[in-house]
């Protein structure tokens, strides 16, 4: 796709998310210009599955572009948490208890108070990862009920993937599956501010849509075919 597409891109799904949901431009493989292409279009959210890939994008855009609002979609090593935790908005992908302590011992370093989601498991991909239903639940409980052992994770939802199939029904059981959980959530647990469902990507965003998401994650309808 050409870059003077991807603007038009965005505006094409942003009109289809109205106010329902907010898009994060996946720009993981594509270089910064493809991002400058992306803000001239009035996008400020972006996602990025490797540490140092978004570090160095950060790096570069970070006195250029100053409101660009990062969030980490991917595995996160945990040796990996520090050189994101000074700058990441919201981690999307926080698929362990261990690498949530790890995040909280890094933000405390860092004295910053970092969004996570929990990320949840549902698709048949034994090659994602996340907590099991009860397992998420239970995360939940956990972190609310230990607010001095994670003073610096503010707790905002959770993300899912689905399985990579073009079986839309079990794309859209999936994804019901954990609007299902985060509503239970909400209204079992009431954890403050838990208010985002992360689900959706550009072969399945307009399921998660209608499931109730509210952070969808594009990367190749806006950018095109990544490059590995
Ligand atoms: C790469 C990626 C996306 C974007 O996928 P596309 O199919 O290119 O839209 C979304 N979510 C996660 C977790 C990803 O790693």
Same mark, same amino acid.
């Given at each position: ?102 995040? &909280?011992? #890094?933000?405390?370093?860092?004295? +910053? *108070? $970092?969004?996570? /989601? ?5 698709? =048949? ?42 079986? &839309?029904? #079990?794309?859209?059981?999936?994804? +019901? *599956? $954990?609007?299902? /959980? ?5 209204? =079992? ?40």
């Amino acid at each position: 796709m050409s870059q003077s597409n991807i603007g038009n891109q965005i505006k094409a799904i942003d009109e289809q998310l109205g106010s329902k949901a907010k898009l994060v431009a996946v720009s993981k493989f594509h270089p910064a210009d493809a991002i400058r292409e992306a803000y001239a279009a009035g996008q400020r959210i972006f996602g990025e599955n490797r540490a140092q890939e978004m570090v160095a994008k950060y790096e570069e855009l970070k006195n250029e572009l100053t409101d660009i609002s990062w969030h980490f979609i991917g595995s996160l090593q945990r040796n990996k948490v520090k050189y994101i935790i000074p700058f990441v908005s919201l981690i999307q992908s926080v698929s362990s208890i261990k690498l949530l302590d790890e995040i &909280e011992r #890094q933000a405390a370093k860092y004295d +910053r *108070k $970092v969004d996570v /989601l929990l990320e949840v498991h549902v698709a =048949e991909e034994d090659t994602k990862s996340g907590f099991s239903e009860q397992e998420a639940f239970e995360a939940v409980g956990l972190i609310i009920n230990h607010p001095e052992q994670y003073a610096h994770i503010n707790l905002r939802g959770l993300m899912t993937m689905a399985t990579n199939t073009d079986d &839309e029904q #079990q794309i859209r059981t999936e994804f +019901r *599956k $954990v609007a299902t /959980l985060f509503n239970k959530i909400k209204d =079992e647990i009431k954890p403050f501010d838990f208010n985002q469902l992360s689900m959706g990507m550009s072969g399945d965003y307009p399921i998660a849509l209608a499931e109730g998401a509210t952070l969808i994650r594009i990367g190749t309808s806006i950018f095109g075919e990544r490059e590995y």
